[in-house]
């Protein structure tokens, strides 16, 4: 019988492979008997679809949490010197 | 040049800027880093414009080739052994919710409303806050795995470690975040 703390270690890993047969028996037996264990997989679970989403929010419009005016100044910048140098001063002479 | 879809580079910083840096942002935790790697990656769009099929918007592809310059980050931040010093002793945090049988002291709370969550907008500054509290090869790995998507394999060569060492790396980010969403947002949830 698995151990709740092993059994949390083992939970993860099937969240990123196929885990043996034996093992994943054993873990569907302990999550069947084990409420808490049970609990800590659905949050796991939870925690994948936050992670998603919260990448997602990159594209949503915030007044905050994006480049203030003085750095996008510097990209604006740097950005504007590479457009107007010749192709040529890419490779450096030295 | 027929494409309807032309790049205008003259206009990336106003119209993309933001989302190029937050994307960058979310996975380095680093404002000054996120600045640098966007204009690295502008730049590097800039020379490679003869490269755009206009087949994805700009903005996609101006994200794919950020993705990239983000991975080789990543990968440069990695020095032999480095993992192996800060990831080899146990998590006493983690290990301090079981008992010494391995049975939970008092097990995980019911959350409130999980689903609401991510309405909130204090929600996605405790998740950031949570990410924070990771060591930097724990959310590296967690944000390889859990925001890019990507498999094992390819997280392990980017931060050079083993598939185990992955998988301790990946346990305990997950534990942590949970335990800090639960004790910085969820705690109002009856236990039970």
Redesign the interface.
Known sequence: ML????T??LA??A???ELPFWQRTQLRLHLMMC???A??VD??Q??????????A???DE?PQ???DEE??G???R???A??ESPPGN?EDPA | MTETCLLEPEHWVERHGDVLFRYALRRLGDAHQAENVVQEALLAALEGQGRFSGRSTERTWLVGILKHKVLDIFRRGRRAGEVEDIETAADQALDDAFDGRGHWVSGPARWSQPDKAMESRQFLQVLTLCLEGLTQVQAQAFTLREMDGLQTEEICKVLGVSTTHLGVLLHRARGRLRSCLEGRWFAGAEVG
């Open positions: 151990s709740c703390k092993d949390t270690r993860s890993d969240m990123d492979r409420k808490h264990c609990r800590y949050q796991l939870k925690l994948r679809v936050f992670a998603g989403d919260y990448d929010s990159v594209g915030e949490g994006g480049l750095a996008k510097r990209l604006e740097a950005l504007k590479k457009l890419q």
